[in-house]
């Protein structure tokens, strides 16, 4: 049989049109420095408005200052409770060395998750036209949740950037693993390419280049070279999703491990080999401290399960996890327990809405032959949603950060898709439509962030007011804090946190008995809880009341009253 040569004459003015039209084809056309002026001008945004509207005036949070004080010299060390790792840490360690300014530590979050943004939609570009991944990175970052999280020290939202890195990597190395001279050939990925959704540059080149010719060498070089950045960085961003949650990153890994294993061109043992040792590679440092300071990674897994309220699966969890997420959605930061009304629905609309999108994007990938672009990142946001969704009876809106930005792809697929589909005389109305649709979509992910931010700049302030109060009252720094809301008000006034139950429990009632003895100690109640009997009979300080906090006072010790006596 004749090999088949390039067409010509009237087949190729029949095929070069379906080339314009196929959104890969479209892609490879861009300009590669031009393509990435997208996302960076995408990154650009999303940092500037973080700098403009979400760091001004905002404090600390609770589960921030426990990072913060890990590297800080500001306040001791709080208690590192077991499900915690200390990933984000290390981005907050070079500027808290220098400075206690939350405004410049805020700053710089912000710069670095902007960054962020970028080289998490970078592996993309070869994946999707450059319009597309910036469009998934634009509504990812619009958010509320995202933009309030970008300048705080929490790892959420660095497990959503590697998460959306590690599934852009893995596509691009498994797909350079198709082309490598020793890879599946072309026939057999073509007959997978229906499922998998590959594309093969051996059967493209064939179509493309004259009879007898193949690929230049060098260029096999380069893309061999191409392959080996692409498994470092699936390595890399799954060992950061390790650093910052290791439990994130087995859901991760999950999916990815699955995919390889199923896909028969994807079958590669370097992908395998790059996923276990990204995850083992981040994962080491909380595997470590848990045989140095827990008794065991199994001793460790099982408090945090119990830190967690215990993981398993159960219709009760899950009913109980989607109707706190959604009410979570309205601006709180975390839901535990969610017994609160549902006053804003119009804030959920997107999350009821991202289902329905989702299908669209993956029928919109398939029509599109973007089926692995689309079907990959959605089996990845239902692993990592897993836990959040089904496994825990509590809520808060950054656990399902991962989720949002890989659904971002589908999504942006389908937006793209509807836009390109319409015909000349309905292309406006279309336009028109999805412009609204987006433009209140925003207004309500903005009015979110306005409360939200608002929220936490009224808690720091009350935060200043309380240390305020407690060093007027003797209890400087060195000291120690006990009681309700103990862990955030003990960093801002300097003081260590102590418990002797519950999931910061650290040291007996004994031991604080004698920390009193030996240091100003403030014992904290609220409402009508009341302090241990060894603090009943000490003299009551009034403090400002935080949001749902009422009647907060501080019982003092002897010890603090003796230093409030004594000059500054």
Do not use: K
Not at 5 to 24: C, E, L, M, Y
Not at 107 to 135: H, I, Q, Y
Not at 275 to 299: H, N
Not at 496 to 523: C, M, N, W, Y
């Amino acid at each position: 049989m004749q090999a088949a040569g390039p067409p010509s004459g009237p087949a190729v003015a029949q095929a070069r049109p379906a080339r314009r039209t196929d959104p890969r084809t479209r892609a490879a056309a861009l300009p590669a420095g031009g393509s990435v002026l997208w996302p960076a001008a995408v990154a650009a945004a999303f940092t500037a408005c973080q700098l403009l509207l979400v760091v001004p005036g905002t404090g600390l949070g609770w589960d921030e200052t426990v990072y913060v004080s890990q590297v800080s010299p500001q306040a001791p060390a709080a208690f590192f409770s077991a499900p915690r790792a200390r990933g984000v840490t290390f981005l907050a360690a070079p500027v808290t060395a220098l400075t206690d300014s939350v405004t410049v530590l805020r700053t710089w979050l912000a710069l670095l998750s902007g960054a962020g943004l970028l080289l998490a939609l970078l592996p993309w570009r070869r994946l999707l036209p450059a319009p597309v991944t910036a469009l998934a990175g634009a509504l990812f970052a619009s958010l509320w949740i995202t933009l309030f999280y970008g300048p705080q020290v929490m790892p959420n939202l660095w497990v959503a950037l590697g998460s959306l890195a590690a599934v852009g990597c893995f596509l691009n190395a498994v797909r350079a693993a198709e082309r490598t001279p020793g890879g599946t050939g072309a026939a057999e990925t073509a007959g997978t390419a229906g499922t998998a959704g590959t594309v093969d540059s051996a059967a493209v080149a064939g179509r493309l280049l004259p009879p007898g010719r193949d690929l230049p060498p060098g260029r096999d070089r380069r893309r061999g070279r191409s392959r080996r950045a692409d498994l470092a960085g699936l390595g890399a961003a799954v060992a950061v999703v390790a650093l910052m949650r290791p439990s994130d990153a087995v859901w991760l890994v999950l999916p990815l491990a699955a995919a390889a294993l199923a896909v028969r061109p994807w079958r590669r043992a370097a992908v395998l080999l790059v996923l276990v040792g990204g995850l083992l590679l981040g994962g080491a440092e909380w595997a470590v401290e848990a045989q140095l300071r827990y008794g065991g990674l199994f001793t460790r897994l099982e408090r945090a399960s119990e830190i967690q309220g215990g993981i398993g699966l159960t219709a009760d969890l899950a009913r109980t996890a989607f109707d706190d997420q959604v009410r979570a959605l309205e601006g709180r930061a975390l839901c535990r327990p969610c017994d609160v009304p549902w006053r804003y629905p119009t804030t959920a609309l997107w999350w009821f809405a991202l289902p329905l999108l989702t299908v669209g994007g993956l029928v919109a990938g398939a029509r599109t032959g973007l089926r692995a672009e689309t079907r990959l990142p959605v089996l990845a946001a239902g692993s990592l949603a897993v836990p959040y969704l089904l496994l825990i009876d509590y809520a808060a809106p950054r656990f399902l950060l991962p989720s949002y930005a890989l659904l971002a792809v589908p999504v942006a697929v389908l937006v793209t898709a509807a836009a390109t589909a319409a015909g000349p005389r309905l292309r406006p109305v279309v336009a028109a439509v999805t412009a609204l649709v987006l433009a209140g979509h925003l207004a309500v992910q903005f009015a979110v962030l306005d409360r939200a931010v608002e929220r936490n700049r009224a808690t720091r302030q009350t935060n200043e007011r309380i240390a305020a109060a407690l060093h007027d009252r003797g209890v400087r720094p060195p000291c120690t804090l006990t009681g309700q809301h103990a862990v955030p008000l003990a960093f801002h006034t300097g003081c260590a946190s102590r418990q002797d139950g519950g999931h910061d429990g650290s040291i007996t009632d004994a031991g604080l008995r004698a920390l009193a003895r030996a240091e100003p100690l403030a014992v904290l109640v609220s409402g009508d809880h009341s302090p241990p009997d060894w603090a009943r009979d000490w003299p009551v300080q009034p403090l400002p009341d935080l949001p749902g906090v009422p009647d907060l006072r501080a019982h003092l010790s002897p010890t603090a009253v003796e230093a409030a006596s004594r000059p500054r």
